[in-house]
């Protein structure tokens, strides 16, 4: 009896929304993290990986979790994980239905780890990074794309969805 559900509690996890091991949410609506992105005047970080992946490990543990919990809320970019291989469907940019590989393939990722940055409309921002953090200088790597996406979101106007007024 407890087979059958304990089965259906990993398909569910599979194909849930639920964060990737380690805290980074998989996506479930890109268009409404955009425009989350967009009025705080931050970047949408997508970690591109596989499962099982060590170099994956270390960027999501070592870098873009140190920017979820060590940036002030309102500073913090959106951040999310794609599976490379996965089948989970979510809303992208667009508003268009897509799984996760579809995704990674539309956006030309070939290699995990793999990070792009996006701005609030899903145009990509930087050059991807590529690869794992085999030499020590993934830090700067990733803050050199974070200093080129916020320049460019600074020089893009802040197009917010209008709010109904409360009555």
Request: positive net charge; charged residues 20%.
């Amino acid at each position: 009896m407890l087979r059958p559900i304990a089965i259906l509690f990993v398909v569910l996890l599979m194909f849930s929304g639920m964060s990737h091991a380690g805290g980074i949410p998989a996506p479930l609506d890109l268009r409404k993290d955009g425009q989350q992105a967009a009025c705080r005047g931050v970047p949408v970080i997508i970690l591109f990986s596989l499962p099982d992946c060590p170099f994956c490990a270390t960027v999501r543990q070592n870098y873009l979790m140190s920017l979820m919990r060590d940036l002030p809320p309102r500073e913090r970019p959106v951040i999310r994980e794609i599976s490379v291989t996965g089948t989970g469907a979510f809303i992208g940019f667009g508003n268009e239905k897509i799984s996760q590989r579809q995704f990674a393939y539309d956006h030309g990722v070939r290699f995990a780890p793999t990070v792009m940055l996006f701005d609030g409309a899903g145009r990509s921002l930087t050059a991807p990074i590529i690869g794992g953090d085999t030499a020590g200088l993934y830090g700067g790597y990733l803050d050199n794309a974070l200093a080129e996406a916020a320049r460019k979101i600074s020089d893009a106007p802040i197009v917010c969805p209008r709010r109904a007024a409360a009555t």
